[in-house]
Each structure stands twice: as C-alpha cells, then as structure tokens.
C-alpha cells in the first residue's frame, strides 16, 4: 500500500524567509503532484514531477523529485503573505490511475 | 488538459436526506474517481467511476451509502445517502484522460454540510 507522508505539518514563518517543505513516499511512482488548497476551495495544481531529478519552478516555489529517494521537495523562496495556504503532495501509482495524498502542510506566512 | 464542472458547488442538507453530486468533463476520460476530504483532512479516495459498471470502492466505503454512476465518458454522478452531519466534507471529482501518459485535474468540488 502507498503511504505519502508531508512534513512539517504546519509551518509558521515570515516575510522574507526560506523554507522547504518534505514529501516521502513508500513504493515506486510514476508522477508526483503539488497542489495548493486555500481555506474552503478546491486544489489548485502547482506542478506535476514526471522523472527522477525533476526540478521546477514557479514565482517563489520550486518543485523537485527524487525518485531513488521516493522524495520531493516543495522550497518557498522569500516567502510572501499571499503563499498563505495549505499544500499537498499527492502520488500517482505505478497503475496510472488513483492519486494517494500526504496529510498536507498548513503554511502561514507573517508579515 | 480538462475542464470540470462539479455541481452544486456547495448544500446545506437536513441528515436522513440523500444528496447527488454531478461531474462532467468536456472531454472523453478513461478515469474518473470520487475523494472525500473531512473538515481539516487530506483528500481521500472514495471509489473510482467505471463506466458501465459498478463502481471500484477504497475500504471504508460502501455502494449502499456513496452509490455512484458513470454512464459515459464525460459524466458521473456521486450520491451520498442517509447523510448524517459525519459526511459533512468536501468531495471533489478528478479525471484523467485516455492515455496513461495524461495528469489528473480536479473539479472545483461540492462543499456539504449536514445539519
């Protein structure tokens, strides 16, 4: 069975700083996705992870994958009070069908 | 990519009732499943849509209480039965396309609250 575990669970921080946050995952995986979900809404997709080394980048968040590992990396650059949300990761089995999400990371940016 | 309509996009409904939540896709999908997400939860699978046949329930989930249908390609239904103020959550539909090689993308989902 397909565990996903996401760390911190929740994260605190200020304007201005860094952070990343941890995805580990339990068997082989095709695809890895990162989704934003604010208070009440639905997921918004951020970046889907297809290969081993897989980096990519949007505004202040950048994505990579790790697949020896069965690890991905959500990295938040100078961080703003709008990345204020919670943030899954989700893993795609080697089946190519259901997605198995982490628990989540509520992240709270201070000004 | 897919663009998905989920309706209604949020209810308040008395418990004994039962609830049917529609999803449609402008496109032909090979996949679409139904998650739950509880009040300050992660998203759970519910069941995966077949067409045509019944639906591929997770442990934990039974067709008595979420029965689903999937008549086409491009629409499924999600019913969620004897609602008691438990099954207050989020339930979202994702989809993914014909081919292995295709992302899954979400609908805006239907917030539900039993009162």
């Known amino acids: 069975e397909l565990k996903v575990e996401q760390n911190p669970l929740f994260l605190s921080m200020q304007e201005g700083k860094n952070y990343t946050i941890y995805c580990n995952y339990s068997?082989?995986?095709?695809?890895l996705y990162w989704y934003r979900q604010d208070p009440g809404k639905s997921l918004e997709s951020l970046f889907v992870l297809l290969s081993n080394g897989a980096v990519k980048q949007e505004g202040r968040l950048m994505a990579s994958l790790d697949t020896k590992a069965r690890l991905s990396t959500l990295h938040i650059t100078a961080a703003v009070h709008d990345l204020s949300a919670t943030y899954f990761c989700a893993v795609e089995g080697t089946s190519g069908s259901r997605l198995t999400f982490g628990e989540g990371t509520q992240l709270t940016v201070n000004p | 990519s897919a663009v998905i309509s989920q309706k209604p996009s949020r209810d308040i409904c008395q418990r004994g009732t039962s609830l049917t939540i529609q999803c449609q896709v402008d496109s032909q999908v090979t996949m679409m499943f139904w998650y739950r997400q509880q009040p300050g939860q992660s998203l759970t699978l519910i069941a995966t849509a077949n067409q045509g046949s019944e639906a591929t329930y997770e442990s934990g989930f039974v067709i008595d209480k979420f029965p689903i249908s999937r008549p086409n390609l491009t629409f499924s239904t999600l019913t969620v039965s004897n609602m008691s103020p438990e099954d207050s959550s989020i339930y979202l539909c994702?989809?993914?396309?014909?081919?292995?090689?295709?992302?899954?993308?979400f609908g805006q989902g239907t917030r539900l609250t039993v009162v």
């Open positions: 994702s989809v993914k396309g014909r081919t292995a090689n295709t992302e899954a993308f």
């Open positions: 068997t082989t995986s095709d695809r």
